[in-house]
């Protein structure tokens, strides 16, 4: 399984999570970079099919790909799965470490439901809630 970050995460998180995923060999999961793959500012386009010939989901923090009916429609022909990270209520800060303490606190949910969800499939991961919601 190939779980794909987007841009709008820090290649810090990134590179930590792969270091930790990297301990677990077993579980046959590779963090990978959508930047790192396909370059910075690809477009969705690109990248959004690109993962689908590697079996591969997305993580993001990018939520106007399911507002946009092109860009989700484009997400559904392709049959990948991705989980959309919303944040919090504009009354409630969302920085860098809430997003670090979010990706680490759900890892475990994101591989499984990666794994065992058919796709296409969407996911919204929020801070406020403590499940995951279909889109």
Known sequence: MRIYFDENFSPHLVAGIRAFQSARRSEDT???SVEEEFSRGAPDELWIPGIAT???VAITQDLNIHRTRAQW???KSNKIGIF???PPRK???WNYWDIVQLVVRYWPELKRQATDTRRPFGRVVEMTKSKFSKL
């Open 30 to 32: 590779v963090v990978c």
């Open 54 to 56: 590697r079996h591969g």
């Open 73 to 75: 429609e484009l997400c």
């Open 84 to 86: 959309f990270f919303k």
């Open 91 to 93: 009354t409630m800060a």
